[in-house]
Protein backbone atom coordinates (compact mmCIF):
# COMPACT_ATOMS: atom_id res chain seq x y z
CA UNK A 1 0.00 0.00 0.00
CA UNK A 2 2.61 2.54 1.02
CA UNK A 3 4.79 1.48 -2.66
CA UNK A 4 1.32 2.52 -4.57
CA UNK A 5 0.94 5.92 -2.61
CA UNK A 6 4.23 6.72 -3.69
CA UNK A 7 3.89 6.10 -7.07
CA UNK A 8 0.83 8.41 -7.50
CA UNK A 9 2.70 10.93 -5.78
CA UNK A 10 6.06 10.59 -8.07
CA UNK A 11 3.51 10.69 -10.69
CA UNK A 12 1.40 13.73 -9.66
CA UNK A 13 4.66 15.47 -9.38
CA UNK A 14 5.71 14.45 -12.71
CA UNK A 15 3.23 16.27 -14.31
CA UNK A 16 3.53 19.43 -12.43
CA UNK A 17 7.13 19.47 -13.72
CA UNK A 18 6.32 18.72 -17.17
CA UNK A 19 3.52 20.96 -17.15
CA UNK A 20 5.68 23.87 -16.16
CA UNK A 21 8.40 23.14 -18.49
CA UNK A 22 5.59 23.10 -21.36
CA UNK A 23 4.20 26.28 -20.20
CA UNK A 24 7.88 27.81 -20.28
CA UNK A 25 8.48 26.64 -24.13
CA UNK A 26 11.31 24.31 -22.76
CA UNK A 27 9.41 21.05 -24.20
CA UNK A 28 7.24 21.39 -27.82
CA UNK A 29 4.58 18.68 -27.65
CA UNK A 30 3.96 16.86 -31.42
CA UNK A 31 1.26 18.42 -32.71
CA UNK A 32 1.35 21.51 -30.41
CA UNK A 33 1.73 24.04 -33.13
CA UNK A 34 -1.52 22.99 -35.44
CA UNK A 35 0.06 24.81 -38.33
CA UNK A 36 2.84 22.62 -39.17
CA UNK A 37 0.20 19.68 -40.15
CA UNK A 38 -0.81 20.95 -42.98
CA UNK A 39 1.85 22.11 -45.80
CA UNK A 40 1.39 25.37 -47.81
CA UNK A 41 4.03 27.42 -49.38
CA UNK A 42 6.93 26.54 -51.82
CA UNK A 43 7.97 23.14 -50.61
CA UNK A 44 12.08 23.12 -50.69
CA UNK A 45 13.45 19.57 -50.18
CA UNK A 46 17.15 19.15 -48.85
CA UNK A 47 19.11 16.37 -49.28
CA UNK A 48 20.47 17.25 -46.05
CA UNK A 49 24.10 16.37 -43.91
CA UNK A 50 23.57 12.94 -43.64
CA UNK A 51 25.42 10.10 -45.51
CA UNK A 52 23.49 7.38 -45.83
CA UNK A 53 21.67 8.21 -48.70
CA UNK A 54 24.96 10.23 -50.88
CA UNK A 55 26.14 8.63 -53.55
CA UNK A 56 29.25 6.18 -53.23
CA UNK A 57 32.57 7.57 -54.07
CA UNK A 58 33.56 7.03 -57.91
CA UNK A 59 29.31 6.78 -58.72
CA UNK A 60 28.62 10.21 -61.10
CA UNK A 61 25.84 12.15 -59.95
CA UNK A 62 24.38 12.43 -63.11
CA UNK A 63 25.29 11.09 -66.81
CA UNK A 64 23.98 14.54 -68.13
CA UNK A 65 27.73 15.78 -68.77
CA UNK A 66 29.03 12.91 -70.44
CA UNK A 67 25.97 12.79 -72.63
CA UNK A 68 26.02 16.38 -74.12
CA UNK A 69 29.36 15.90 -75.10
CA UNK A 70 29.81 12.58 -76.43
CA UNK A 71 26.31 12.63 -78.60
CA UNK A 72 27.05 14.74 -81.38
CA UNK A 73 29.46 11.83 -82.35
CA UNK A 74 26.50 9.42 -82.22
CA UNK A 75 24.46 8.81 -85.72
CA UNK A 76 21.30 6.38 -87.21
CA UNK A 77 21.63 4.47 -89.94
CA UNK A 78 19.55 3.95 -92.13
CA UNK A 79 19.69 1.05 -94.57
CA UNK A 80 18.73 -0.33 -97.86
CA UNK A 81 19.47 -4.00 -98.98
CA UNK A 82 18.23 -6.78 -101.15
CA UNK A 83 17.25 -10.23 -100.11
CA UNK A 84 16.66 -13.24 -102.02
CA UNK A 85 13.52 -14.97 -102.44
CA UNK A 86 13.14 -18.42 -101.02
CA UNK A 87 14.04 -21.29 -103.62
CA UNK A 88 12.00 -23.94 -104.19
CA UNK A 89 12.34 -27.60 -102.56
CA UNK A 90 10.70 -29.44 -99.90
CA UNK A 91 10.32 -27.90 -96.47
CA UNK A 92 10.93 -30.75 -93.83
CA UNK A 93 8.82 -29.64 -90.54
CA UNK A 94 11.22 -30.21 -87.80
CA UNK A 95 10.46 -33.13 -85.40
CA UNK A 96 8.39 -35.13 -87.56
CA UNK A 97 10.54 -37.22 -89.98
CA UNK A 98 8.92 -37.63 -93.47
CA UNK A 99 6.43 -34.70 -93.13
CA UNK A 100 6.71 -31.70 -95.10
CA UNK A 101 5.58 -29.91 -98.38
CA UNK A 102 7.02 -28.56 -101.53
CA UNK A 103 7.80 -24.67 -102.06
CA UNK A 104 6.67 -23.24 -104.78
CA UNK A 105 9.76 -22.00 -107.33
CA UNK A 106 10.22 -18.66 -107.28
CA UNK A 107 9.45 -16.60 -110.29
CA UNK A 108 12.71 -15.95 -112.47
CA UNK A 109 11.47 -12.57 -113.66
CA UNK A 110 10.73 -11.32 -110.32
CA UNK A 111 12.05 -8.45 -109.14
CA UNK A 112 14.36 -8.98 -105.92
CA UNK A 113 12.94 -8.30 -102.42
CA UNK A 114 13.83 -4.85 -100.90
CA UNK A 115 14.17 -4.50 -97.03
CA UNK A 116 15.16 -1.94 -95.05
CA UNK A 117 16.80 -1.86 -91.79
CA UNK A 118 18.12 0.79 -89.31
CA UNK A 119 20.91 0.67 -86.81
CA UNK A 120 23.43 2.86 -85.28
CA UNK A 121 27.25 4.40 -85.31
CA UNK A 122 30.01 6.73 -84.47
CA UNK A 123 32.24 8.74 -85.96
CA UNK A 124 35.73 8.23 -85.33
CA UNK A 125 37.17 10.82 -87.56
CA UNK A 126 36.42 14.55 -88.80
CA UNK A 127 36.70 13.04 -92.00
CA UNK A 128 33.80 11.42 -92.33
CA UNK A 129 34.30 7.85 -91.06
CA UNK A 130 32.24 6.16 -88.90
CA UNK A 131 32.12 2.76 -87.07
CA UNK A 132 29.11 0.55 -86.97
CA UNK A 133 28.19 -3.32 -87.06
CA UNK A 134 29.08 -5.52 -90.36
CA UNK A 135 25.14 -7.17 -89.66
CA UNK A 136 23.88 -3.63 -90.04
CA UNK A 137 25.07 -2.77 -93.48
CA UNK A 138 25.89 -6.36 -94.92
CA UNK A 139 24.73 -6.37 -98.49
CA UNK A 140 23.28 -2.61 -98.26
CA UNK A 141 22.79 -1.33 -101.67
CA UNK A 142 22.29 1.99 -100.14
CA UNK A 143 23.32 4.02 -96.65
CA UNK A 144 21.75 6.95 -95.25
CA UNK A 145 23.45 8.28 -91.72
CA UNK A 146 20.96 10.59 -90.00
CA UNK A 147 23.73 12.90 -87.79
CA UNK A 148 22.78 14.53 -84.13
CA UNK A 149 21.43 17.82 -85.96
CA UNK A 150 19.09 16.07 -87.70
CA UNK A 151 21.11 16.15 -91.13
CA UNK A 152 20.78 13.12 -93.63
CA UNK A 153 23.91 12.20 -95.65
CA UNK A 154 24.44 9.67 -98.09
CA UNK A 155 26.98 7.14 -97.34
CA UNK A 156 29.47 4.47 -98.96
CA UNK A 157 30.64 1.08 -97.15
CA UNK A 158 34.78 1.17 -96.62
CA UNK A 159 34.92 -2.38 -95.23
CA UNK A 160 33.64 -4.83 -93.40
CA UNK A 161 34.41 -8.31 -91.19
CA UNK A 162 31.86 -10.30 -90.69
CA UNK A 163 34.01 -12.75 -88.13
CA UNK A 164 34.59 -9.49 -85.37
CA UNK A 165 30.48 -8.19 -86.48
CA UNK A 166 32.54 -4.63 -87.32
CA UNK A 167 32.27 -2.65 -89.97
CA UNK A 168 32.94 0.90 -91.66
CA UNK A 169 31.09 3.70 -93.52
CA UNK A 170 31.86 7.34 -94.73
CA UNK A 171 30.43 10.64 -95.33
CA UNK A 172 31.54 12.90 -97.45
CA UNK A 173 32.46 16.24 -95.73
CA UNK A 174 35.10 17.41 -92.60
CA UNK A 175 34.99 19.19 -89.78
CA UNK A 176 32.55 16.41 -87.96
CA UNK A 177 32.47 15.56 -83.89
CA UNK A 178 34.29 12.16 -83.65
CA UNK A 179 35.26 10.44 -80.46
CA UNK A 180 38.23 7.35 -79.74
CA UNK A 181 38.42 4.31 -78.47
CA UNK A 182 40.13 3.97 -75.38
CA UNK A 183 42.89 0.92 -75.11
CA UNK A 184 44.75 1.31 -72.19
CA UNK A 185 42.53 1.39 -69.36
CA UNK A 186 40.19 -1.58 -69.47
CA UNK A 187 37.03 -1.79 -68.00
CA UNK A 188 36.22 -3.93 -65.04
CA UNK A 189 33.26 -6.04 -64.05
CA UNK A 190 31.07 -3.12 -61.64
CA UNK A 191 32.51 -0.17 -63.92
CA UNK A 192 29.86 2.11 -64.86
CA UNK A 193 29.00 2.18 -69.02
CA UNK A 194 26.55 4.33 -71.23
CA UNK A 195 24.92 2.69 -74.33
CA UNK A 196 23.87 5.62 -76.57
CA UNK A 197 22.09 4.69 -80.15
CA UNK A 198 18.94 4.65 -81.80
CA UNK A 199 16.35 1.90 -80.26
CA UNK A 200 12.99 1.65 -82.81
CA UNK A 201 14.98 4.34 -84.29
CA UNK A 202 14.50 7.17 -81.35
CA UNK A 203 17.46 8.74 -82.05
CA UNK A 204 19.99 9.95 -79.18
CA UNK A 205 18.79 7.29 -76.70
CA UNK A 206 20.99 6.87 -73.65
CA UNK A 207 20.50 4.14 -71.31
CA UNK A 208 23.38 3.66 -68.76
CA UNK A 209 24.48 0.13 -66.48
CA UNK A 210 27.61 -1.64 -65.49
CA UNK A 211 30.23 -3.68 -66.96
CA UNK A 212 28.53 -7.33 -66.15
CA UNK A 213 31.38 -9.54 -66.79
CA UNK A 214 34.41 -9.61 -69.00
CA UNK A 215 35.90 -11.97 -71.54
CA UNK A 216 32.71 -13.22 -72.80
CA UNK A 217 31.94 -15.83 -75.45
CA UNK A 218 28.88 -15.18 -77.04
CA UNK A 219 27.01 -18.24 -78.36
CA UNK A 220 26.99 -17.53 -81.88
CA UNK A 221 29.00 -19.23 -83.92
CA UNK A 222 29.48 -15.98 -85.95
CA UNK A 223 31.72 -14.50 -83.76
CA UNK A 224 34.72 -16.83 -83.09
CA UNK A 225 37.26 -14.29 -82.49
CA UNK A 226 35.63 -11.91 -80.12
CA UNK A 227 35.80 -11.84 -76.11
CA UNK A 228 32.70 -9.69 -75.18
CA UNK A 229 31.94 -7.23 -72.96
CA UNK A 230 28.66 -8.19 -71.12
CA UNK A 231 26.51 -4.93 -70.13
CA UNK A 232 23.11 -4.22 -68.01
CA UNK A 233 22.79 -0.86 -70.03
CA UNK A 234 19.25 -1.60 -71.99
CA UNK A 235 20.70 -2.37 -75.59
CA UNK A 236 17.55 -3.00 -78.15
CA UNK A 237 16.92 -3.32 -81.84
CA UNK A 238 18.41 0.04 -83.52
CA UNK A 239 21.25 0.34 -80.82
CA UNK A 240 23.46 -2.09 -82.83
CA UNK A 241 26.85 -0.64 -83.79
CA UNK A 242 26.31 2.31 -81.32
CA UNK A 243 28.97 2.91 -78.82
CA UNK A 244 29.75 1.94 -75.02
CA UNK A 245 31.13 4.71 -73.12
CA UNK A 246 32.47 5.05 -69.58
CA UNK A 247 31.83 7.39 -67.31
CA UNK A 248 34.98 9.58 -68.84
CA UNK A 249 33.04 9.33 -72.06
CA UNK A 250 35.65 7.02 -73.77
CA UNK A 251 34.41 4.33 -76.10
CA UNK A 252 35.47 1.17 -74.81
CA UNK A 253 32.95 -1.36 -77.14
CA UNK A 254 31.13 -1.29 -79.70
CA UNK A 255 27.27 -2.76 -79.05
CA UNK A 256 26.75 -5.60 -80.56
CA UNK A 257 24.07 -8.08 -79.61
CA UNK A 258 22.00 -9.21 -76.96
CA UNK A 259 20.33 -11.99 -75.03
CA UNK A 260 16.78 -12.02 -75.13
CA UNK A 261 14.21 -15.25 -74.93
CA UNK A 262 11.79 -12.51 -75.93
CA UNK A 263 13.59 -10.16 -78.56
CA UNK A 264 13.89 -7.17 -75.99
CA UNK A 265 16.13 -6.25 -73.37
CA UNK A 266 16.54 -8.06 -70.52
CA UNK A 267 19.67 -6.51 -69.28
CA UNK A 268 22.26 -9.06 -71.02
CA UNK A 269 23.80 -7.14 -73.62
CA UNK A 270 27.43 -7.84 -75.62
CA UNK A 271 29.96 -4.93 -77.27
CA UNK A 272 32.87 -5.61 -78.51
CA UNK A 273 36.34 -4.37 -76.72
CA UNK A 274 37.98 -1.31 -77.91
CA UNK A 275 41.08 -3.75 -78.23
CA UNK A 276 39.40 -5.60 -80.93
CA UNK A 277 36.98 -3.19 -82.46
CA UNK A 278 40.04 -0.62 -83.31
CA UNK A 279 42.66 -2.45 -84.49
CA UNK A 280 39.84 -3.84 -87.22
CA UNK A 281 38.46 -0.31 -88.00
CA UNK A 282 41.84 0.84 -88.52
CA UNK A 283 42.69 -1.67 -91.06
CA UNK A 284 39.38 -1.26 -92.59
CA UNK A 285 39.85 2.57 -92.96
CA UNK A 286 43.51 1.73 -94.29
CA UNK A 287 41.29 0.01 -96.87
CA UNK A 288 43.10 -3.76 -96.25
CA UNK A 289 41.60 -6.65 -96.08
CA UNK A 290 41.38 -8.98 -92.77
CA UNK A 291 43.70 -12.37 -93.22
CA UNK A 292 43.35 -14.77 -91.07
CA UNK A 293 45.13 -17.91 -90.98
CA UNK A 294 43.27 -21.06 -92.03
CA UNK A 295 43.15 -24.44 -91.07
CA UNK A 296 40.54 -25.98 -92.86
CA UNK A 297 38.45 -28.49 -90.38
CA UNK A 298 35.57 -28.28 -87.87
CA UNK A 299 36.06 -28.84 -84.98
CA UNK A 300 34.98 -29.71 -81.71
CA UNK A 301 35.65 -30.02 -77.83
CA UNK A 302 37.55 -32.50 -76.07
CA UNK A 303 36.77 -31.74 -71.90
CA UNK A 304 35.19 -34.80 -70.10
CA UNK A 305 35.57 -38.33 -69.13
CA UNK A 306 33.48 -39.40 -71.42
CA UNK A 307 35.07 -38.17 -74.38
CA UNK A 308 38.60 -39.34 -73.06
CA UNK A 309 37.43 -42.46 -73.12
CA UNK A 310 35.69 -43.17 -76.37
CA UNK A 311 39.33 -42.02 -77.92
CA UNK A 312 41.84 -43.58 -75.86
CA UNK A 313 43.06 -40.07 -74.11
CA UNK A 314 45.22 -39.99 -70.86
CA UNK A 315 43.30 -38.34 -68.05
CA UNK A 316 42.55 -34.67 -67.56
CA UNK A 317 43.39 -33.77 -71.56
CA UNK A 318 41.54 -31.14 -72.75
CA UNK A 319 42.27 -30.13 -76.34
CA UNK A 320 40.12 -29.23 -79.62
CA UNK A 321 38.91 -32.56 -81.56
CA UNK A 322 39.37 -32.49 -85.43
CA UNK A 323 35.89 -33.16 -86.53
CA UNK A 324 35.66 -33.25 -90.00
CA UNK A 325 38.77 -32.36 -93.04
CA UNK A 326 37.54 -29.59 -95.77
CA UNK A 327 39.41 -31.80 -99.07
CA UNK A 328 42.24 -29.83 -99.79
CA UNK A 329 42.56 -27.79 -96.90
CA UNK A 330 45.79 -27.17 -95.21
CA UNK A 331 44.73 -29.45 -92.43
CA UNK A 332 44.76 -32.69 -94.87
CA UNK A 333 47.61 -31.62 -96.82
CA UNK A 334 49.69 -31.86 -93.77
CA UNK A 335 48.19 -35.22 -93.01
CA UNK A 336 45.81 -34.13 -89.75
CA UNK A 337 43.34 -37.00 -89.30
CA UNK A 338 39.38 -36.61 -87.75
CA UNK A 339 40.07 -37.70 -84.06
CA UNK A 340 43.39 -36.07 -83.49
CA UNK A 341 43.18 -34.27 -80.26
CA UNK A 342 44.85 -30.44 -80.76
CA UNK A 343 46.56 -30.07 -77.50
CA UNK A 344 48.74 -27.00 -78.29
CA UNK A 345 49.65 -24.64 -81.26
CA UNK A 346 53.39 -22.89 -81.25
CA UNK A 347 53.35 -23.84 -77.58
CA UNK A 348 50.60 -22.14 -76.03
CA UNK A 349 48.10 -24.58 -74.78
CA UNK A 350 44.77 -25.40 -76.54
CA UNK A 351 41.93 -26.28 -74.66
CA UNK A 352 38.25 -25.77 -76.58
CA UNK A 353 37.75 -25.20 -80.32
CA UNK A 354 37.32 -21.71 -79.54
CA UNK A 355 40.98 -21.52 -78.13
CA UNK A 356 41.71 -23.39 -81.20
CA UNK A 357 39.75 -21.20 -83.68
CA UNK A 358 41.44 -17.83 -82.42
CA UNK A 359 44.92 -19.03 -82.06
CA UNK A 360 45.07 -19.90 -85.73
CA UNK A 361 43.23 -16.68 -86.40
CA UNK A 362 46.14 -15.16 -85.13
CA UNK A 363 48.44 -16.60 -87.07
CA UNK A 364 49.89 -14.69 -90.76
CA UNK A 365 48.55 -16.60 -93.81
CA UNK A 366 51.30 -18.73 -95.07
CA UNK A 367 53.22 -18.66 -91.71
CA UNK A 368 54.12 -22.37 -89.99
CA UNK A 369 52.25 -23.96 -87.55
CA UNK A 370 53.06 -26.03 -84.75
CA UNK A 371 50.58 -28.30 -83.57
CA UNK A 372 50.78 -31.03 -80.48
CA UNK A 373 48.01 -33.21 -80.86
CA UNK A 374 46.78 -36.78 -79.21
CA UNK A 375 46.24 -39.36 -82.14
CA UNK A 376 45.22 -42.88 -81.10
CA UNK A 377 46.49 -42.12 -77.67
CA UNK A 378 50.12 -41.04 -78.71
CA UNK A 379 51.00 -37.51 -78.39
CA UNK A 380 52.48 -36.32 -81.73
CA UNK A 381 53.82 -33.25 -83.39
CA UNK A 382 52.48 -32.25 -87.03
CA UNK A 383 53.70 -28.87 -88.90
CA UNK A 384 51.15 -27.13 -90.90
CA UNK A 385 51.17 -24.00 -93.30
CA UNK A 386 48.39 -21.95 -92.67
CA UNK A 387 46.15 -20.98 -95.37
CA UNK A 388 43.99 -18.19 -95.79
CA UNK A 389 40.64 -18.08 -93.89
CA UNK A 390 37.81 -17.49 -96.57
CA UNK A 391 35.73 -14.25 -96.05
CA UNK A 392 32.33 -16.33 -95.93
CA UNK A 393 33.11 -19.54 -94.06
CA UNK A 394 30.00 -20.36 -93.36
CA UNK A 395 29.49 -21.11 -97.28
CA UNK A 396 32.54 -23.12 -97.32
CA UNK A 397 30.81 -25.22 -94.74
CA UNK A 398 27.33 -25.78 -96.11
CA UNK A 399 29.07 -26.47 -99.29
CA UNK A 400 30.61 -28.83 -97.71
CA UNK A 401 28.11 -30.77 -96.04
CA UNK A 402 26.00 -30.77 -99.08
CA UNK A 403 29.08 -32.46 -100.79
CA UNK A 404 28.08 -36.08 -101.61
CA UNK A 405 29.57 -38.61 -99.51
CA UNK A 406 31.66 -41.72 -100.25
CA UNK A 407 29.51 -44.78 -100.01
CA UNK A 408 30.49 -48.25 -99.84
CA UNK A 409 26.74 -49.90 -99.81
CA UNK A 410 26.48 -52.81 -102.00
CA UNK A 411 23.00 -52.64 -102.17
CA UNK A 412 21.74 -55.69 -100.76
CA UNK A 413 23.12 -54.89 -97.23
CA UNK A 414 20.65 -55.89 -94.25
CA UNK A 415 20.30 -54.08 -90.86
CA UNK A 416 21.84 -55.44 -87.61
CA UNK A 417 21.91 -55.10 -84.13
CA UNK A 418 25.39 -53.38 -82.56
CA UNK A 419 25.21 -51.81 -79.11
CA UNK A 420 21.24 -51.92 -78.68
CA UNK A 421 21.04 -50.07 -82.28
CA UNK A 422 19.68 -51.68 -85.50
CA UNK A 423 21.44 -50.02 -88.36
CA UNK A 424 20.95 -50.47 -91.99
CA UNK A 425 21.74 -49.04 -94.91
CA UNK A 426 20.00 -45.93 -96.10
CA UNK A 427 17.40 -47.25 -99.29
CA UNK A 428 15.32 -44.73 -101.14
CA UNK A 429 12.37 -45.02 -99.03
CA UNK A 430 14.23 -44.52 -95.88
CA UNK A 431 16.10 -41.17 -97.38
CA UNK A 432 12.45 -40.07 -98.08
CA UNK A 433 10.74 -41.10 -94.81
CA UNK A 434 13.73 -39.13 -92.41
CA UNK A 435 13.91 -36.53 -95.29
CA UNK A 436 17.98 -37.43 -96.18
CA UNK A 437 19.63 -36.24 -98.70
CA UNK A 438 21.03 -38.66 -101.59
CA UNK A 439 24.51 -36.83 -100.90
CA UNK A 440 24.31 -37.89 -97.12
CA UNK A 441 26.02 -41.19 -96.22
CA UNK A 442 26.35 -43.09 -93.52
CA UNK A 443 24.00 -45.65 -91.66
CA UNK A 444 20.80 -45.26 -90.20
CA UNK A 445 19.31 -46.15 -86.22
CA UNK A 446 15.91 -48.23 -87.56
CA UNK A 447 15.24 -49.20 -84.18
CA UNK A 448 16.78 -48.94 -80.11
CA UNK A 449 16.05 -51.37 -77.98
CA UNK A 450 14.66 -50.17 -74.46
CA UNK A 451 16.83 -49.39 -71.45
CA UNK A 452 20.37 -50.30 -73.52
CA UNK A 453 23.06 -47.90 -72.66
CA UNK A 454 21.89 -46.50 -76.41
CA UNK A 455 18.72 -45.39 -75.72
CA UNK A 456 20.10 -44.07 -72.37
CA UNK A 457 22.62 -41.76 -74.15
CA UNK A 458 19.36 -40.51 -75.90
CA UNK A 459 19.42 -42.40 -79.83
CA UNK A 460 16.67 -42.75 -81.16
CA UNK A 461 15.72 -44.36 -84.95
CA UNK A 462 15.94 -41.85 -87.84
CA UNK A 463 19.14 -41.03 -86.51
CA UNK A 464 22.08 -41.00 -88.99
CA UNK A 465 25.50 -42.36 -87.56
CA UNK A 466 28.32 -40.55 -90.08
CA UNK A 467 31.52 -41.61 -87.97
CA UNK A 468 32.76 -43.96 -85.22
CA UNK A 469 35.52 -42.36 -83.36
CA UNK A 470 35.67 -40.32 -86.16
CA UNK A 471 36.64 -43.28 -88.70
CA UNK A 472 33.81 -42.56 -91.30
CA UNK A 473 31.17 -45.23 -91.99
CA UNK A 474 29.15 -45.93 -94.85
CA UNK A 475 27.77 -49.50 -94.60
CA UNK A 476 26.87 -51.64 -91.62
CA UNK A 477 30.13 -53.84 -91.67
CA UNK A 478 32.20 -50.49 -91.99
CA UNK A 479 30.30 -49.64 -88.55
CA UNK A 480 30.62 -52.69 -86.81
CA UNK A 481 34.28 -52.60 -87.94
CA UNK A 482 34.68 -49.54 -85.92
CA UNK A 483 32.81 -50.67 -82.86
CA UNK A 484 35.11 -54.19 -82.62
CA UNK A 485 38.17 -52.00 -83.03
CA UNK A 486 37.24 -49.67 -80.20
CA UNK A 487 35.90 -52.63 -78.05
CA UNK A 488 39.73 -54.35 -79.19
CA UNK A 489 41.86 -51.20 -77.79
CA UNK A 490 40.38 -51.28 -74.62
CA UNK A 491 38.10 -48.48 -74.90
CA UNK A 492 35.39 -48.14 -72.65
CA UNK A 493 33.10 -46.46 -74.97
CA UNK A 494 32.69 -45.10 -78.55
CA UNK A 495 31.69 -41.93 -79.90
CA UNK A 496 29.41 -41.56 -82.38
CA UNK A 497 28.99 -38.54 -84.78
CA UNK A 498 25.76 -37.85 -85.70
CA UNK A 499 22.86 -36.29 -87.64
CA UNK A 500 19.19 -36.01 -86.35
CA UNK A 501 16.36 -35.47 -88.89
CA UNK A 502 16.12 -32.10 -88.58
CA UNK A 503 19.56 -31.79 -89.83
CA UNK A 504 21.46 -30.86 -86.03
CA UNK A 505 24.67 -32.64 -85.96
CA UNK A 506 25.15 -33.94 -82.49
CA UNK A 507 27.57 -36.85 -80.56
CA UNK A 508 26.56 -39.47 -78.78
CA UNK A 509 28.93 -41.45 -76.25
CA UNK A 510 27.47 -45.41 -76.22
CA UNK A 511 29.42 -46.87 -73.82
CA UNK A 512 30.16 -50.76 -74.57
CA UNK A 513 28.81 -52.01 -71.02
CA UNK A 514 25.69 -50.72 -68.95
CA UNK A 515 26.32 -49.13 -65.63
CA UNK A 516 25.69 -51.18 -62.55
Known amino acids: MLKRKEFILGAACGLLVAAGATAGGVISWPGAHAEVAGASGLLRPSAGGGLAFAPPQGAPLSFADIFTQVSPAVVQLNVESTVERPSGGRMQIPGLPGFGFQMPEPDADAEPQTQRGAGSGFFVSADGFIVTNNHVVANATEITVT ?14 DQDTDLAVVKVDGGDFPFVTFEEQAQPRVGDWVIAVGNPFGLGGTATAGIVSATAREYPSPDNPYTDFLQIDAAINTGNSGGPTFDIYGRVIGVNSAILSPSGGSVGIGFAIPATIAKTITDQLIRGETIARGYLGAQIGTVSTDEQRGAL ?169 AAVEAARAAGRPSVLLAVRAPTGQEGRIIVPFAAPE
Request: proline residues 5%; hydrophobic residues 40%; aromatic residues 2%.
Open 147 to 160: LADGRELPARLVGR
Open 312 to 480: GLPDGIEGASIEVLTPGAPAEQAGLREGDVVVAIDGKAVDTSTALTRAVGAVRPGQTMRLELFREGRRQTVNVRAGTRPADINAVLEEQSASPGASGQSGIEKGETVLGMTVGPISSALRERYGLSAGEGGVLITAVEARSPASREGAVAGILIERVNYVRVNSVAEFK
